[in-house]
């Protein structure tokens, strides 16, 4: 394996044993250090959305999300320029899914134990969502995809975050 350090290049000799302890370790420091790199990056979001005016609910329900999912989204991207359309499409979609299985069934039951938590959403996020199920269905019930969908799909969600926007906070 070679890798490019300092712009010159050297050979490294890394058996699988060595590659998975060093993932290993790295893995184990972000587990017992827990928050402090989202910590971090909420702490800068919350100060640029400040300065820009942006609502809490803005920047919950869409900068947050991109930031969050950025792995999940550059890993789709870069499968699907290699040509793996239907991973790509599958590691997009099963993002949204986690949320939808998990997420939203897990506070459902957390706002039943905790008193002042309501799960409730407004008519904009309900239309939101409903949206954004019809047009992914609508796009890609066929199996097949195209640069033109994927306009639609990113045209979709800009419509949202506009709307969103406009809706103003809770």
């Known amino acids: 394996q070679r890798t490019r350090v300092y712009g010159g290049e050297r050979d490294i000799q890394r058996g699988p044993f060595v590659q998975v302890t060093l993932g290993a370790f790295t893995l184990g420091g972000y587990w017992f250090n827990p928050g402090s790199d989202e910590q971090i990056v909420v702490g800068s979001i919350e100060?640029?959305?400040?300065?820009?005016?942006?609502?809490?609910?803005f920047v919950a329900a869409v900068i947050v999300a991109i930031v969050g999912n950025a792995a999940e989204h550059g890993g789709a991207v870069v499968v699907a320029a290699r040509g793996q359309i239907k991973l790509a499409?599958?590691?997009?979609?099963?993002?949204?899914?986690q949320v939808a299985v998990f997420l939203i069934?897990?506070?459902t039951l957390l706002a039943l134990v905790i008193d002042p938590l309501a799960l409730s959403f407004r008519?904009?996020?309900?239309?939101?969502?409903?949206?954004?199920v019809v047009l992914t269905f609508a796009l890609l019930?066929?199996?097949?995809?195209?640069?033109?969908?994927g306009v639609v799909l990113i045209a979709g969600y800009v419509a949202v975050a506009v709307a969103f926007?406009?809706?103003?906070?809770?």
Do not use: H, M, N, Y
């Open 47 to 57: 100060t640029s959305a400040d300065k820009v005016g942006l609502t809490e609910f």
């Open 141 to 149: 019930v066929k199996g097949q995809s195209s640069r033109a969908r």
């Open 123 to 132: 008519p904009v996020e309900i239309a939101a969502l409903a949206f954004g």
């Open 105 to 107: 069934p897990a506070v």
């Open 89 to 97: 499409a599958e590691i997009a979609l099963a993002s949204s899914a």
């Open 165 to 170: 926007f406009f809706a103003g906070d809770r």
